[in-house]
């Protein structure tokens, strides 16, 4: 499994700005004293999830197998918001891409900054970034489920002007679909939301965005031993699936306690990557 990653609340008002180290940003504003709260909340967050105890590349099977039906040239650019342990920031600058991050958390920050790679703190607003920079990519993996829905609102329409026109967004949540979903929502005291694609396209159609796809955590391991187990795994999870989402609804529903989506803008918004939808 890929690591979780942690964020909290947005709405900061003051300019953000590349870091150069762990901040010490004092706030004085209502949405200061928010941000101050999301961090507390995320207090002893990095060193409970265990990052920092592997490194990068034993991961890197994992975004390998994540992107395999993704198409990048080479040097695009790349958004990772709450971006945690940093090993997809790893992954992507070792594949040739050109990532940049956004964490809440001072500890992921200052490690980010140590390697090299341009890293913002978050929150992130609509001041984080310059106007007119564009990505390819925008990832969201294991955040959406810390945020309230006003907050996620809030995340795509800061995020969205920075989306190329062809661009995509790259989330993965817990499964709000998935009757075992449970050890995944609720191991985690900052979660905050149960999520569905359904609930996705309901949240972003507003903005311009659709979901054009979404599927199940089915990454192979690297080693030959571990991939035969899981594919044995997978062929009865989707045997499962067809069963009761067939019997269910009519067609197949992913059923996997995690879940990825993939959204692009609608095409009435496309054109030449400027035109978006009135936030609502």
């Keep these: 499994m890929a690591p979780s990653n942690s964020r909290g609340e947005f709405g900061h008002r003051f300019p953000s700005r590349p ?23 995320y207090e002893g967050y990095f060193e409970a999830r265990s990052w920092g105890q592997t490194t990068s590349e034993q991961h890197f099977w994992y975004y390998d ?14 958004l990772e918001i709450g971006f945690g342990d940093g090993r997809f920031l790893d992954w992507c600058r070792s594949r040739g891409l050109a990532p940049v991050g956004v964490e809440i958390q001072e500890a992921a920050v200052a490690k980010a900054v ?18 007119g920079r564009q990505f390819q990519m925008i990832v969201c993996l294991d955040v959406l489920e810390h945020l309230t829905i006003n907050e996620i609102r ?26 075992f979903v449970g050890p995944h ?29 979404a599927f199940n955590d089915r990454i192979l391991p690297g080693p030959f031993v571990k991939q035969c187990r899981r ?31 993939i959204l692009t803008r609608l095409p009435e918004e496309r054109g030449d990557g400027t035109s978006e939808r009135p936030a609502q």
């Design 154 to 179: 809030e995340l795509f329409r800061n995020t969205i002007s920075h989306l190329a026109a062809d661009g995509r967004y790259l989330v993965r949540f817990p499964n709000g679909n998935s009757p």
């Design 65 to 78: 197998g994540l992107t395999r039906h993704l198409r990048f040239a080479k040097g695009a650019g790349v």
């Design 185 to 213: 929502q609720f191991s985690d005291s900052t979660h905050k939301i149960v999520l569905t694609p359904g609930m996705m396209q309901q949240l972003t159609k507003p903005l311009g965005l659709q979901v054009e796809h």
């Design 19 to 41: 870091v150069k180290g762990p901040s010490t940003e004092r706030f004085g504003n209502l949405s200061g004293l928010r941000a101050m709260n999301s961090e507390s909340e």
């Design 114 to 131: 140590a390697l090299g790679h341009e890293v913002y703190k978050g929150p992130f607003s609509s001041s984080t970034l310059a106007p």
């Design 231 to 261: 594919r044995l795994a997978y062929g009865l999870r989707s045997t499962f699936e067809a069963v009761i989402g067939l019997t269910y609804f009519g067609h197949i529903v992913p059923l996997d306690p995690n879940v990825f989506v």
